[in-house]
């Protein structure tokens, strides 16, 4: 967490409870219990609220996923190569790629095919390399390509992938991997 965060998160909890202070005493003066009810259940939310957040990294529940897809070469194209970035928020934590090719439009998946994955960190250095011939298992998709590496630093990583005919569209995800 950065000190900005950190801030804005401070002087957010300090207006609520100014509010939720000021909705109890209305509540006393007015002789309202309901009025005193709303400020100690919202009080109670705020608390689990922040509770839940310096718990989720422990549960894995702060996993955030970058999940896109990217089209396949036009037709007659042998294959085409699309790079795109992702951001890696914390260094030194497993990440997962995982690549799943789908067929063009409403057509079935046949034989097999052979992607190209490579990641790179903001400095140019391969991380994780693979080209993986996958098998069709029916329908309009194939088996997905799966490869962990480690991420050496927090920032903007490169993904380089070689599609080749007849995949119309990959799905890529990149997830953190829990501890």
Do not use: H
Request: charged share 20%; net charge neutral; with cysteine.
């Amino acid at each position: 967490m950065s000190q900005t965060e950190a801030l804005k998160m401070i002087s957010s909890l300090g207006a609520c409870c100014f509010i939720l202070t000021g909705v109890w005493f209305l509540g006393v003066w007015l002789k309202k219990a309901f009025l005193k009810v709303v400020a100690v259940v919202c009080a109670v939310l705020i608390l689990l609220g922040i509770a839940m957040s310096f718990a989720m990294p422990y549960w894995g529940w702060n996993q955030v996923d970058f999940v896109t897809s990217t089209p396949g070469p036009a037709r007659g194209e042998k294959s085409v190569v699309q790079e795109f970035p992702f951001f890696v928020n914390q260094a030194g934590i497993e990440e997962r790629v995982e690549l799943t090719p789908f067929a063009r439009w409403e057509a079935q998946a046949v034989g097999a095919v052979a992607i190209g994955m490579r990641v790179t960190e903001p400095g140019g250095k391969v991380v994780a390399e693979e080209t993986r011939v996958l098998s069709n298992i029916g329908g309009t998709s194939w088996t997905p390509l799966i490869k962990d590496f480690q991420a050496t630093v927090k920032g903007q990583y490169q993904l380089r992938l070689e599609i080749p005919e007849p995949v119309g569209e990959v799905k890529v995800r990149v997830t953190d991997m829990p501890l």
